[in-house]
């Protein structure tokens, strides 16, 4: 990715809206934007902010990024962006020259906060405003985050457990759990997971797998031979933290003769993930999907709410179950479309009828 300073348009053209839709219509209208005074930013207040990535071989946080720069062009913001490249070294590296340069606020974009804490510690105290997404296990203000951007972890979890026993052929299912215990989402997540399904009966964890992100594509071919071998056909479904695993999951799979593993995802909602759960000839079934459009632009929400001296929003946005009949149902719209956030957010920043 480029990573040269741009200074963006100011105007952005709103997306299409998807009109009423039963479900995401009756939640997103539970969680309208927090009350405060539409004021138009004067031309004067041109703010520099830059979106530092864990790794944008991750689909979710390469969506949330776009998202959050077509927000900023509405804002007439000038914004950088970098790439970690799944290098918590590199990152620490990064957000130091960042601070440094002294920008108004920066994107923790999937990494934990905890990877940015040297550099903080030794900086002292800065006027840089910090948001995150996925940057901690839960939403809002914490640490030294004016606001993180996370669906409930544990309401991920539970939702994806809870497809389990819906989709097993025998009446029994053996599962496999894969982690990065790098991020503390993740663990919130995995733990979750470990403990729904012994809610269910018939279902048996069989392994929690600890994988990297970063290194699930080129991991995956000798993880899933390693399963195969130890747990042979008592081995039915793959949960994972991240859909990144599932990029990689069916060609292995097949080779092994294993067309019968089922594979859900707890997060984020990919691109890809989208992709090949809308054709219906994957073998994943679906993903608990953030609306990450929403969240793209409630990072440059929280920032503008710390730059006018304002409380962070406290909005947290509910996943969705995100299946094949879902996303046909859907046709060419976004999962995110129900809701007129672009809209409602232009209006509270610029005063827009």
């Not at 939403?139 to 004016?146: A, D």
Request: proline fraction near 6%.
């Amino acid at each position: 990715m480029d990573i040269r300073p741009r200074v963006l348009p100011s105007r952005a053209q709103p997306g299409p809206g998807l009109g009423r839709r039963a479900m995401m219509g009756g939640l997103l209208a539970a969680l309208p934007l927090a009350a405060g005074a539409a004021t138009p930013p004067p031309a004067a207040a041109l703010r520099r902010v830059s979106f530092l990535a864990q790794d944008f071989r991750n689909g979710g946080i390469t969506t949330v990024y776009r998202a959050f720069e077509e927000a900023c062009k509405t804002l007439g913001w000038a914004l950088n962006v970098l790439n970690g490249d799944g290098s918590r070294a590199l990152i620490a590296q990064q957000f130091e020259a960042t601070l440094k340069q002294g920008v108004d606020g920066i994107v923790l974009g999937g990494f934990d906060q905890a990877d940015i804490a040297g550099p903080l510690e030794h900086a002292g105290p800065v006027a840089t405003v910090l948001v995150g997404w996925h940057a901690a296990a839960r939403s809002g203000p914490t640490g030294r985050l004016f606001s993180n951007i996370a669906t409930d972890p544990a309401v991920v979890a539970e939702m994806a457990v809870a497809l389990v026993p819906q989709s097993m052929a025998n009446g029994r299912a053996g599962v496999v759990i894969f982690n990065d215990s790098r991020f503390e989402i993740a663990n919130a997540k995995t733990q979750r997971m470990r403990e729904a399904l012994t809610r269910y009966g018939r279902c048996e964890l069989l392994a929690v797998e600890d994988l990297p992100i970063s290194s699930a594509s080129r991991a995956m071919p000798d993880a899933l031979a390693g399963l195969q071998e130890r747990f042979g056909d008592r081995w039915t479904h793959v949960l994972a933290i991240n859909d990144a695993y599932m990029d990689s999951i069916n060609f292995p799979l097949r080779a092994l003769g294993r067309r019968d593993v089922v594979g859900i995802a707890a997060g984020d909602g990919s691109r890809s993930a989208l992709s090949r759960i809308r054709s219906g000839l994957s073998q994943q079934l679906a993903t608990i999907a953030e609306p990450t459009g929403q969240q793209g632009w409630q990072l440059a929400d929280e920032l503008r709410r710390a730059f006018l001296g304002q409380p962070a929003s406290g909005r947290a946005w509910p996943p969705i179950t995100v299946t094949t009949a879902y996303l046909r149902e859907l046709g060419n719209r976004e999962i995110d479309d129900a809701s007129p956030y672009r809209a409602d957010y232009r209006r509270q920043w610029l005063g827009e009828a």
